[in-house]
């Protein structure tokens, strides 16, 4: 079992920035990848980055890429997705998920591959 909280969320304006973070539970193996979703009202999941916690490998979406980082604390098992140059259509709910992938660099975007989901935490961006 892996355990995720998001947290960070929140209102902010057009332009501006805002990091999410989600903390994990302790790892049972470092071959994990932990993904970043968004759901915005009446659309479907949708995956916008991952990072492999063994190998530092990252994979991001065409739409955040450039504007959205993802980043590790190895030694606290959190997890970070800073958020910049914000767009009212960044809107959503954000979940964090976790995936055990073995000793690979594997690091997918879609949300059917992820077995562990955190709660979720709102983002609102306003122009």
């Known amino acids: 079992q892996l355990q995720l909280v998001e947290s960070g969320g929140g209102s902010v304006q057009s332009g501006g920035s805002q990091t999410l973070s989600c903390a994990t539970s302790?790892?049972?193996?470092?071959?994990?990848?932990i993904g970043w979703f968004r759901q915005a009202p009446g659309k479907e999941r949708e995956g916008l980055s991952c990072?492999?916690?063994?190998?530092?490998?990252?994979n991001y979406s065409d739409s955040v890429k450039g504007r959205f980082a993802t980043s590790r604390d190895d030694a606290n098992y959190l997890f970070y997705l800073q958020m910049n140059s914000l767009k009212p259509e960044d809107t959503g709910v954000y979940y964090c998920?976790?995936?055990?992938?073995?000793?690979?660099?594997?690091?997918?975007?879609?949300?059917?591959?992820?077995?562990?989901w955190g709660q979720g935490t709102q983002v609102t961006v306003s122009a």
């Open positions: 998920a976790g995936l055990y992938v073995g000793p690979t660099t594997w690091c997918p975007l879609n949300s059917g591959s992820f077995n562990y």
């Open positions: 302790e790892l049972k193996s470092e071959h994990v990848a």
């Open positions: 990072i492999n916690f063994n190998t530092g490998t990252t």
